[in-house]
């Protein structure tokens, strides 16, 4: 198959992944309502081009955090690499790298954080769970900074893990081949339990995830890094606002892919009030249903500093490897440099609200 859109990555991965495997990456969480919410608030985005204006270079560059990028359109954290490729992680930060484009590892990789900075010169960021284990917690962000991560996104939408039926129906559980390799075995080994009718990491998740988790938490991981601590997974002005009260470095507008609470709004849909309460004191990033150029350019006009994608790159990891998540990023940089020259916003400090129909 030629592979032209982010969807093709997709064809080619469901062919060459393990069924349980493909649920679990594409599953939502009980009726997939969100998830199916999130693709479609962007089908009903609409946009006001500008005409006779100067496009003759586009500059998609962004700089975010003090590092800069060529690409405003970075890597989502998602868990275990290595379910879709034997490089897992490596591989991905290596593609990432060769686009300019940043990449949030997640907590559950399964490559070391040594080994995958040492892939990439492009800005890495390590996600993190809020574990019963406080100590894993502050080892892991010591590691990430001593591995030259440069800041860390702690996920605020998993007190537990969302009901996804796809992985209790397949009693779906990691391969044992497969490691979260950054965490003591100890910690993981629930997840690779199969057991019929149960997720293994739904339990797993019960197990280790820690659902006390409040914004005075934010105080003792910031305490315990120097590093600048996003928060991913707000929906609300409310929680934006608190973010920043609490001295988040950034916030990630996110549902988790549709994967945690099933009925909660589109990400897309709660862009634009996150932004209005963050009001410009810190970045703002999207995530959610990706998947061209046109997409990243109707959330970046409502607002988002950055985009980030989740599935694809799993997609294009399974598909090719390195060069796969490499392809995958500069070809959705090419559609979005595309649409800005089209809708005459040569620039992404043009890219803003007047572009969208009905938020002008
Ligand atoms: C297979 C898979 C694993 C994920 N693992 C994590 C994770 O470990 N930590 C996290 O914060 N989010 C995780 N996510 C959520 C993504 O970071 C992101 O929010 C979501 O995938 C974005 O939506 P998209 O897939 O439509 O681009 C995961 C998503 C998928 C699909
Ligand atoms: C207990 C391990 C949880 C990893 C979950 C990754 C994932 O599927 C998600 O966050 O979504």
């Not at 040594?114 to 993190?128: C, E, M, V």
């Not at 934006?240 to 945690?260: D, E």
Request: hydrophobic residues 50%; contains cysteine.
């Amino acid at each position: 198959m030629t592979v032209i859109r982010t969807d093709d990555y997709g064809r080619v991965a469901r062919e060459r992944l393990p069924a349980d495997v493909w649920d679990f990456i594409e599953g939502g969480s009980g009726d997939e309502l969100t998830l199916a919410a999130n693709a479609a608030a962007f089908r009903r985005a609409r946009l006001r081009p500008r005409v006779m204006v100067d496009v003759s270079t586009v500059d998609t560059t962004r700089t975010l955090l003090g590092s800069r990028l060529a690409t405003p359109i970075g890597i989502a954290p998602t868990a275990y690499h290595q379910l879709v490729h034997p490089d897992g992680e490596v591989a991905t930060a290596a593609g990432a790298d060769r686009a300019g484009a940043l990449f949030v590892v997640a907590m559950f990789a399964s490559r070391t954080l040594k080994d995958i900075a040492a892939a990439s010169a492009a800005p890495l960021w390590l996600q993190l769970y809020w574990l019963r284990r406080r100590d894993a917690i502050a080892d892991l962000a010591e590691r990430a900074a001593d591995a030259g991560f440069a800041a860390l996104v702690l996920t605020a939408d998993a007190p537990r893990l969302g009901r996804r039926l796809r992985d209790v129906r397949n009693g779906f559980a990691v391969d044992g081949r497969v490691r979260a390799v950054n965490l003591d075995a100890a910690l993981m080994a629930a997840s690779h339990d199969r057991r019929a009718g149960a997720s293994a990491l739904a339990a797993h998740a019960a197990q280790t995830f820690d659902p006390s988790l409040t914004w005075a938490d934010l105080a003792w991981l910031r305490e315990r890094s120097a590093l600048p601590v996003l928060i991913k997974g707000i929906l609300t002005g409310e929680d934006a606002a608190a973010a920043v009260a609490h001295g988040a470095a950034g916030i990630i507008v996110s549902n988790h892919g549709g994967r945690q609470l099933d009925g909660a709004i589109a990400a897309l849909d709660a862009l634009p009030e996150v932004v209005d309460a963050v009001a410009g004191a810190c970045p703002v990033l999207f995530d959610g249903a990706v998947r061209g150029g046109r997409d990243a350019l109707v959330a970046l006009a409502l607002g988002a500093d950055a985009v980030l994608v989740g599935r694809p790159p799993l997609w294009a990891l399974a598909a090719g490897g390195a060069d796969g998540v490499a392809d995958l990023l500069t070809g959705l940089t090419d559609e979005l440099a595309h649409d800005m020259a089209l809708a005459g916003r040569p620039t992404l400090a043009d890219v803003d609200r007047r572009l969208i129909w009905g938020h002008s």
